[in-house]
């Protein structure tokens, strides 16, 4: 490529997977790279454009092909179909993208990558660009999957405790879920391991987490990538800093209407129980029933998220309005955080969520499904002591009862007052690393500072 000019500022290409879980922290640390001075282009799949109702003006952004440029994953047979066509075509439309912008003089400086495309650090190194690996799990969890690639990690597993360095001590049922369904299926362990294969040759590593949180990992990891970083939590600045008065959302919302915080409006602090199992959840129909009859039960008001494809599994006689209950197929999940009549949050523990109510001070129930959500219900509960776990019977279900039990404990007995006070030492603490001075604002400014030594 030409000689880049002195004037200009440095250009950053951020490419995340295409589903909300990745793109909007990604995002959100993109735009505080933007309020230091760099250009951002994001940069997503054609078939997912579609799905962004909005992106600041200020952000450009361009399009590459997962092979499936209408419906995206949709149209594929499976996910592992989806990924074999995407790691095809998309380096080389990527790569394709990179010349186009070069041609007009529009310089990339460097790739920011979800680590989930490993192939995209290979393809900023064919063009001598900078890459930095964004990492949208924790440290913990990543530091599991990096043992596996180092063949440190047997799976299946055979110890009933595993031990690795600077993590707490796990057991099977706190190990991500992939390593329980991997005689089953084999492939999304080996996708999500597959994340590290070229990290060492990353120019930076970066991670959406605070140091705060978990020092002793966050000490080994530098260890061992000289080059790593926390700069989180990447939520927007007005539920955590409030430094930029317009930043009030992720931007990239498929999702417009909102009904309930009107409703919580009228609630006494701390009185709500609110329900969210994010965008991928699917619990049977027994789940369901259980979660329903438990929160008609329960004497506690409840705001409880329900997906419009998962409403049909709801029991008939379950009111989605009631006199105690509200039940509504989206929501602002940060605005209902922030509410003061949520009195506890009962979650699947997916990173994003876990980051939401650590950052807004509110204690958790946890009732994870997959992939991550065991590992971070065994760090939320066990190691910051920020909730419970809710215990499940021999088919896997949440009865009614361990609800009713769960939220009483949360919000009306000394421990669940000991674990809000717990939260809110997080918050203070999340707070404190994305402030000035604080560890992830200095790690921010320093990746920052290295992009404009390119200018000069």
């Known amino acids: 490529m030409e000689k880049k000019s002195v004037a200009r500022k440095p250009h950053c290409l951020v490419i995340a997977f295409p589903s909300q879980s990745h793109i909007n922290p990604m995002l959100q640390f993109s735009k505080l790279l933007e309020h230091h001075g760099v250009k951002i282009t994001l940069v997503t799949t054609r078939s997912y454009y579609h799905n962004l109702q909005k992106v600041p003006p200020s952000i450009a952004v361009e399009t590459i092909s997962d092979g499936f440029d209408k419906g995206g994953i949709s149209e594929a047979e499976s996910f592992k179909a989806y990924t074999d066509t995407f790691w095809q075509v998309g380096p080389q439309t990527f790569a394709e993208l990179i010349e186009k912008l070069g041609k007009i003089g529009d310089y990339v400086d460097c790739v920011i990558y979800d680590t989930f495309f490993p192939w995209a650090l290979d393809v900023a190194k064919r063009f001598g660009i900078v890459g930095a690996a964004y990492l949208t799990q924790n440290m913990t969890v990543s530091s599991i999957y990096y043992h596996v690639l180092l063949g440190k990690l047997q799976v299946p597993l055979k110890e009933n405790e595993i031990s690795l360095p ?33 990290i060492d040759k990353a120019d930076w590593i970066l991670c959406n987490t605070f140091y705060e949180l978990d020092e002793e990992v966050a000490n080994w990891t530098i260890g061992i990538w000289p080059n790593f970083r926390n700069i989180g939590p990447n939520i927007p600045s007005m539920f955590l800093d409030k430094q930029y008065e317009d930043d009030q959302d992720y931007s990239v919302t498929q999702f417009k209407s909102e009904e309930c915080i009107q409703w919580l409006d009228d609630k006494l602090e701390g009185s709500v129980v609110y329900l969210s199992f994010g965008s991928l959840a699917m619990f049977n129909e027994e789940q369901m029933k259980e979660l329903a009859y438990g929160l008609k039960e329960c004497s506690s ?26 039940v509504v197929t989206w929501c602002s999940q940060l605005r209902v955080l922030a509410h003061k009549a949520i009195g506890c949050f009962v979650t699947h523990c997916g990173w994003n969520s876990t980051l939401e109510t650590l950052c807004l001070g509110v204690p958790i129930i946890a009732i994870p499904w997959w ?77 920052t500072n290295n992009l404009f030594s390119f200018q000069v």
């Open 166 to 198: 600077a993590l707490p001590k796990l057991q099977p049922e706190d190990m991500p879920s992939f390593f329980s369904t991997y005689d089953e299926d084999s492939f999304f362990l080996d996708f999500v391991v597959d994340q590290f294969s070229n």
């Open 301 to 326: 008001y409840f705001l409880w998220v329900v997906r419009a494809s998962e409403e049909i599994k709801l029991p008939k006689d379950f009111k989605k309005e009631s006199d105690k209950g509200l």
């Open 371 to 447: 992939s991550d959500q065991s590992t971070n219900a065994k760090l939320m509960t066990d190691v910051w002591k920020i909730g419970i776990r809710a215990p499940i019977d021999e088919n896997k279900v949440v009865q009614r009862q361990t609800i009713k039990y769960c939220i009483r404990k949360m919000l009306d007995s000394e421990e669940g007052k000991m674990m809000k006070s717990n939260s809110i030492r997080l918050k203070t603490l999340a707070l404190r690393a994305v402030s000035k001075g604080g560890s992830s604002y200095k790690n921010i400014i320093e990746f």
